[in-house]
């Protein structure tokens, strides 16, 4: 081989990049990035591709949504070789993808009615992930305009700007459009408010089935399936199942004032005295409490604070210890310090948030492995 057709190979490798859309057995169908040098009329959009031996060998794992370099395309067999995974900027285990940056939550304003304390849960689960959010009220076919127009006011108030849509008389596409272009999104939301309609209004080929609601009985009956990437024809990648309907919060106290727009926005323009303020009142806090989700703050800020006190009692042995191997090899337990333990707490707090996005829909088209992950037990 000549220095000159090596040193087109590595050229030619990292500019072959694209996304895992789907998985299935040992095969990934990825959707190719369009880099001018290899635009044309024959190239697919996408190509069959397996995963090289080297990775295979590092335990390196390829998910839907991974960012990845693709080797010896085949143009007319549609097929090509995984060569190299990127780092991944998110993970959710279930449903498994990589990169999602934005949370798609769906309320509806009535049928069910819109429990604004459900809604504020669900906003902080979704703060706690650092994704981008976007907040539909749905069947606004069903409520007068001035309840649309109540509800847009209110959550204004809360830093939020609402998208009031009907997923069954609007024209879905383009009003979702600006929001979900270039992002990859998760639709999350209670039972009954929409989403597996809204799924299938912008992917067709979804099949979600809808007016189901999951309860007791209808869990666990239905097959896990593999998430699955679509395009939406104005870009962006959507995930054709939805994901947490049950958010549970449990974050380092200290954390919480940020996964609430309205406090993030006292504290920039008044930072209060001491670093570790909890905004209960402490002396020059600069957090007011004439706003509305003040008393749930609050609220969530004693949960936090038991939870946090229930680890540290719980977890002084092993988890608030580290374990020091002595010269003899006999093995000390030292307390950590508490700063990096209160890091340990918030990074665990935020990956459980990760892991919590569950997936909330399990009656789908099943062409994907179904066996992959098992069911919790508590969904
Ligand atoms: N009137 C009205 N009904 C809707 C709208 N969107 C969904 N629905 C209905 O609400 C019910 C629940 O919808 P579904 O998509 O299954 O909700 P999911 O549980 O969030 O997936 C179904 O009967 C839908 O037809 C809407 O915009 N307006
Ligand atoms: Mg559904
Ligand atoms: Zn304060």
């Known amino acids: 081989m000549t220095t000159e057709s090596s040193a087109a190979d590595c050229k030619q490798e990292p500019s072959l990049w694209g996304t895992v859309l789907a998985v299935q057995a040992n095969f990934y169908q990825v959707q190719l990035d369009a880099p001018a040098e290899h635009a044309g009329p024959l190239r697919p959009a996408t190509l069959l591709c397996t995963r090289r031996a080297r990775l295979k060998k590092m335990g390196q794992q390829v998910m839907v ?42 309320f509806s304003l009535t049928e069910p009615d819109l429990d604004p304390h459900q809604l504020s849960r669900f906003l902080i689960k979704a703060e706690t992930t650092a994704m981008a959010i976007a907040l539909v009220l749905n069947k606004r076919d069903l409520v007068a305009p001035t309840v649309v127009d109540a509800w847009g006011d209110r959550l204004a108030a ?41 799924i299938n209004r912008l992917i067709p080929q ?67 005295q001491f670093a570790d303020c909890l905004h209960q009142g402490e002396p020059g806090c600069g ?10 703050y609050l609220a969530l800020l004693a949960t936090c604070l038991d939870q946090e006190q229930q680890r540290q009692s719980q977890g002084e042995d092993h988890e608030g210890m580290k374990v020091k191997v002595g010269e003899a090899g006999q093995i000390h337990h030292e307390p950590r310090l508490q700063a990096k333990k209160y890091r340990r707490v918030s990074r665990r707090s935020r990956q459980q948030s990760l892991q919590d996005l569950h997936y909330e829909v399990r009656d ?7 066996t992959a992950w098992d069911e919790d037990p508590s969904d």
């Not at 370099?69 to 990589?98: K, M, S, Y």
């Open 206 to 272: 979804a099949h979600l089935r809808t007016g189901r609601v999951s309860g007791k009985l209808g869990r666990g009956r239905h097959t896990t399936r593999h998430v699955e990437l679509f395009q939406l024809p104005g870009g962006g990648l959507l995930a054709d199942t939805p994901g947490f309907n049950q958010p549970d919060i449990d974050c380092a106290p200290g954390d919480l004032a940020q996964y609430f727009p309205e406090m993030r926005q006292q504290l920039g323009d008044r930072p209060c």
């Open 287 to 296: 957090v007011t409490t004439d706003w509305e989700r003040y008393a749930d």
């Open 65 to 106: 949504g991974d960012r990845v370099a693709l080797e010896e395309p085949d143009w007319d067999g549609g097929r090509g070789a995984i060569a190299t995974v990127a780092p991944r900027h998110t993970q959710l285990d279930r449903p498994p993808v990589a990169n999602a940056n934005q949370i798609l939550l769906v």
């Open 158 to 198: 809360w830093g939020y700007a609402p998208i009031p849509l009907s997923v069954t008389c609007d024209p879905v596409q383009a009003t979702l459009d600006p929001y979900l272009r270039d992002r990859a999104t998760i639709i999350s939301g209670p039972s009954g408010v929409g989403k597996s309609s809204l």
């Open 364 to 370: 789908g088209v099943d062409h994907l492995d179904p």
